[in-house]
């Protein structure tokens, strides 16, 4: 099967400890993104990559780092620097984010990430 | 600055109805609309685009939007609603700018009662 995979479903973490969220795709897309999900207030952009071993910060980014060493995954950490992580994390992905390019995004099945 | 809005918090229909889905935006140049839905606990899936050409636009699952470029509005529809149809719907509007971002709706809570 073609898509994004994204583990753990369910992530408990302590205050202070920094986690990492794996995010996976077998499409063959460039560009990949994180989001990050809260009641009520939509979809906000944590990071984005275009391009291998290239990311940009999103609207939300503080807290968080990413890295992208292979075209397949995108790791998400959330650091203990973020204040309030409890949420629900979607992972996308998205052919050719050229500039003439009007592709849509495929998304992960998210993981919901809960402070204790 | 671009924006897209989605004025309706949460959508209640009867099973068989047609229902709409109400999505409105602002953008300076020409606007790439996107719809996705999610159902509980799920990631978002692709329903629809409009990029250019006809003013509407099928998708999946027998959905449908309307372009309407004089009212800056892009409001999904079905003719005859699903109980599964029930899930949060999502309207974004493609940054056309060099970072390709996508700026999303808050979504919108659709609800089919049978």
């Known amino acids: 099967d073609g898509g994004i995979t994204q583990s753990p479903k369910y992530l408990f973490r302590k205050e202070g400890q920094n986690v990492t969220l794996s995010c996976e795709q077998n499409?063959?897309?460039?560009?990949m993104y994180w989001y990050r999900q809260d009641p009520g207030q939509g979809l906000r952009l944590i990071y984005y990559?275009?391009?291998?071993?290239?990311?940009q910060k999103g609207d939300i980014a503080e807290g968080y780092s990413v890295s992208r060493e292979k075209k397949e995954s995108f790791p998400l950490t959330v650091t203990s620097a973020q204040k309030n992580p409890t949420a629900f994390y979607l992972c996308a992905s998205s052919r050719d984010p050229g500039t003439s390019s009007y592709n849509e995004q495929f998304f992960g099945p998210g993981t919901r990430l809960t402070v204790l | 600055a671009q924006s897209v809005a989605q004025p309706e918090d949460q959508v209640n229909v009867a099973e068989g109805n047609p229902l709409t889905v109400k999505c409105t935006y602002s953008v300076s140049g020409n606007p790439y609309l996107f719809w996705y839905v999610q159902y509980p606990n799920r990631g978002l899936q692709f329903l629809l685009k409009?990029?250019?050409?006809d003013n509407l636009v099928k998708g999946s699952y027998g959905f449908e939007a309307e372009f309407n470029k004089s009212q800056t509005s892009f409001h999904l529809k079905k003719p005859s609603a699903l109980v599964s149809d029930s899930a949060l719907y999502f309207c974004a509007l493609l940054n056309a700018g060099n970072n390709r971002k996508l700026i999303w709706g808050l979504g919108t809570s659709l609800a089919v009662n049978p």
């Open positions: 499409l063959n897309h460039d560009a």
């Open positions: 409009y990029i250019t050409g």
């Open positions: 990559s275009q391009i291998v071993n290239d990311f």
